[in-house]
């Protein structure tokens, strides 16, 4: 019972670290973009041993597992994947080459997950999967 207790506050301590780096990305002013974005990095690497810069070489399964290994429920996973998203679609607004394909593709791939593994659809959800199939 206590480990369950304990496993429970870590899964609400990092649904307040997602909802903090959402804040910050989310605020983002014009000049200011690389220096949150770093922070957000670093932020993803200390509390949940994730980095961004090296999420695209794994395989889309591969990183779903690696997201339910961690234990950190479809709500968390879905505010990662907002995140995620943010910080793709930042990062990629100059990018004539592309280079941030792979991270959409990671995003669709867990809202893909998201719509199977729930029992409640999203439109929200939805919509994202659709603006992300357009930019691929």
Do not use: P
């Not at 903090?20 to 989310?26: N, P, R, V």
């Not at 339910?68 to 943010?86: P, T, Y």
């Amino acid at each position: 019972m206590e480990q369950r207790d304990y496993l429970m506050k870590q899964i609400d301590l990092l649904g307040v670290v997602l909802a903090t780096i959402m804040a910050k990305l989310l605020g983002i002013k014009q000049g200011q973009e690389n220096i949150i974005l770093e922070e957000v990095k670093q932020n993803l690497i200390a509390d949940l041993q994730i980095d961004f810069d090296n999420i695209t070489s794994i395989s889309d399964d591969d990183f779903i597992n690696l997201l339910n290994e961690k234990k950190i429920g479809n709500d968390n996973i879905e505010q990662f994947a907002n995140i995620l998203l943010l910080m793709t679609e930042e990062l990629s607004r100059n990018d004539i080459d592309n280079k941030y394909k792979k991270m959409y593709t990671k995003c669709l791939a867990i809202y893909r997950y998201l719509n199977k593994s729930e029992s409640t659809y999203s439109f929200e959800r939805h919509s994202k999967i659709e603006k992300i199939e357009k930019k691929l």
